[in-house]
């Protein structure tokens, strides 16, 4: 089945860490740029950070920039969401996305629920 699976969710204090994981399989993972995302309840889904194919390009919503590092490791068919000094309002359920836009293609993990709260 194609479909990227998040893992790494989870509750921490505001101000800690937390790591998610997106693992693929079903896909050629390094032809697809990667990107996470977030919905938080009563809103739409908004995009956190991207990075491209090679990692060249990345790309972090202005909430996020300084906080949170997207990277991926194409040997291994994951990215990674290190998120620091979270804030309250990084609650959210957190989506992996697969992306080939020249085919039409994209391919949504099941997400991952992250609370952020004292």
């Known amino acids: 089945q194609v479909q990227p699976v998040e893992s790494g969710g989870g509750f921490v204090q505001p101000g800690g860490s937390l790591r998610l994981i997106c693992t693929a399989s079903?896909?050629?993972?390094?032809?697809?740029?990667m990107s996470w995302h977030r919905q938080a309840p009563g809103k739409e889904r908004e995009l956190v950070a991207f990075?491209?194919?090679?990692?060249?390009?990345?790309n972090y919503a202005d909430s996020v920039r300084g906080r949170f590092t997207i990277s991926r490791d194409n040997s291994k068919s994951t990215v990674t969401l290190q998120m620091n000094s979270l804030k309250p309002n990084d609650t959210a359920v957190y989506y992996c996305?697969?992306?080939?836009?020249?085919?039409?293609?994209?391919?949504w993990g099941q997400g991952t629920q992250v609370t952020v709260s004292s």
């Open positions: 990075i491209s194919t090679s990692a060249l390009l990345i």
């Open positions: 996305n697969a992306a080939r836009p020249a085919y039409n293609l994209h391919y």
């Open positions: 079903g896909f050629t993972f390094d032809r697809f740029g």
